[in-house]
T-cell receptor, first 112, second 117 residues
Framework: KNQVEQSPQSLIILEGKNCTLQ??????????LRWYKQDTGRGPVSLTI?????NTKSNGRYTATLDADTKQSSLHITASQLSDSASYIC???????????FGRGTSLIVHP | GAVVSQHPSWVICKSGTSVKIECRSL??????MFWYRQFPKQSLMLMAT?????????EQGVEKDKFLINHASLTLSTLTVTSAHPEDSSFYIC?????????????FGPGTRLLVL
């Protein structure tokens, strides 16, 4: 069964600090992995997309890593800002289905 | 960049009425669109896959007669919540995949918040 597990479920950090979110998946065969940011009451917005051959991809203060062998990905946020407060969702495509598999998301709260 | 829009952004209706939500891909064609529902503090839940020119594919537990989906063109899919009840109150989001070599990306709409009184 295709699954995507994210941890932690929620995270509270102080403004300016760094944090790392984790995503483990069992989707096979693997096509690509995407991290989305979803602000409350809004649709998800794509941060990064990674294919099998990519290990690291950055988008400003967001850096995603992918280890296709261990089926793990992480999203590192550097120098967090209040506007980073949101839900971060890991989405994996593949597994013999055109329907992507969603993680439950990590809720990040950045405090001043 | 690719943009997916939804209309309306929010709607309040009386119990028993029907509500139509539109999802449009603004600068690309989408033969497939996805409809999700999201309850507060929960993950997106796929409801159905909308296919242009053919019937939608519904996920297990989703009533196809209650949630009518029409993929009228390559840029428009509609979700109609028929005979809405308060438990249908939720955040409805659509997405459309765009394949731009070598990767495919799902672009999400901004969502529609439905409140059924």
């Amino acid at each position: 069964k295709n699954q995507v597990e994210q941890s932690p479920q929620s995270l509270i950090i102080l403004e300016g600090k760094n944090c790392t979110l984790q995503c483990n998946y069992t989707v096979s065969p693997f096509s690509n992995l995407r991290w989305y940011k979803q602000d409350t009451g809004r649709g998800p917005v794509s941060l990064t997309i990674m294919t099998f051959s990519e290990n690291t991809k950055s988008n400003g203060r967001y850096t995603a890593t992918l280890d296709a062998d261990t089926k793990q990905s992480s999203l590192h946020i550097t120098a967090s800002q209040l506007s980073d407060s949101a839900s971060y969702i890991c989405v994996v495509s593949g597994g013999g289905s055109y329907i992507p598999t969603f993680g439950r998301g990590t809720s990040l709260i950045v405090h001043p | 960049g690719a943009v997916v829009s939804q209309h309306p952004s929010w709607v309040i209706c009386k119990s028993g009425t029907s509500v139509k939500i539109e999802c449009r891909s603004l600068d690309f064609q989408a033969t497939t669109m996805f409809w999700y529902r999201q309850f507060p503090k929960q993950s997106l839940m796929l409801m159905a896959t909308s296919n242009e020119g053919s019937k939608a594919t519904y996920e297990q537990g989703v009533e196809k007669d209650k949630f009518l989906i029409n993929h009228a063109s390559l840029t428009l899919s509609t979700l109609t919540v028929t005979s809405a009840h308060p438990e249908d109150s939720s955040f409805y989001i659509c997405s459309a995949p765009r394949t731009s070599s070598p990767q495919e990306t799902q672009y999400f709409g901004p969502g529609t918040r439905l409140l059924v009184l």
